[in-house]
């Protein structure tokens, strides 16, 4: 048996930059972080000829074409495995939630895959197959941030260039700025889930006027932004990331596309009045969770103001997408 584990991501800055009716137009970039939040996928040996792949529901199959599960099969496409498998799939967190779930899932399934065959595989490699997978042979209107971050995991501002290259810069940082940051934020459920296609769609199509690309070129610059403020040594970095994180969430919101609405509005102005320095709802919009930062002796004032929402811890995952458990069935 094999065991992957893949974390799920948090982009600060720059989402949206990554699609490529942006990047091919102009270099894109993101500043995003590995969140000790997974997704975990076994492989093992089954012993009929076929398929058994468990998720939220079981379907078991005799052939790679008859299986539903679209990401699955399409990596046992690439990886040339089918029959003779059990594979299960298990989240920490749903789908639709703004964490970039589906392609942590892509990542973990070619690592998890590609381990059984005896291959070790670089973040790099990862990365590309599940943009494959995804963008071409699913034709998802997705970008390509969530497959990088998953793959590597850390801290990264991640360029996406028109030639469709994609450069991975891990950013330094003091291990106490990053203990700060992850003291002062808050990930809060809207209780909201939502599929990004649709809002991803539009959004693509909408980079075609000027108004709209030119705010989102504000969005990139203002991860290259975050990052040199994260990098330094000054000991009000997270106010002024903070503040950064504000601006980018009013961009954001002003490019429409149903990217908020009046529910999320009012959380985040509930969570400003009760002391949040700045936020964002995370993902492509619509629901799913919203991130805060604020000092920690505010933060039950905003969990009150918010109505107690269920929270997820924020804590960063600087290993990206590796291997924890492969048994030895030859002892």
Known sequence: MIISQTPYRVSFAGGGTDLPSFYER??????SVGLNQHMYVTVSPRFKASTRIAYTKTEIADSIDDIQHTIAREVLRITELGKHLEITTIGDVPSGTGLGSSSSLAVGMLNALYAYRGQITSPQQLAEQACEVEIDRLKKPIGKQDQYAA????????????????????????PETLRELESRTLLLYTAQQRSADDILIKQSAGTQQRDKFNILCQMRDLATEMKSVISSASGSSIDEFADLLHQGWLLKKSLGFGISNSRIDQWYQAAIAAGAQGGKLLGAGGGGFLLLVAPPEKHQAIRNALGNPRELPFEIDCRGSRIIFISDRYK
């Not at 102009?26 to 500043?31: D, I, Q, R």
């Open 26 to 31: 102009e270099a894109g970039a993101v500043l």
């Open 151 to 174: 793959a590597y995991g850390s801290l990264n501002f991640i360029v996406f260039n028109p030639d469709g290259s994609v450069h991975v810069e891990p950013v330094p940082y003091k």
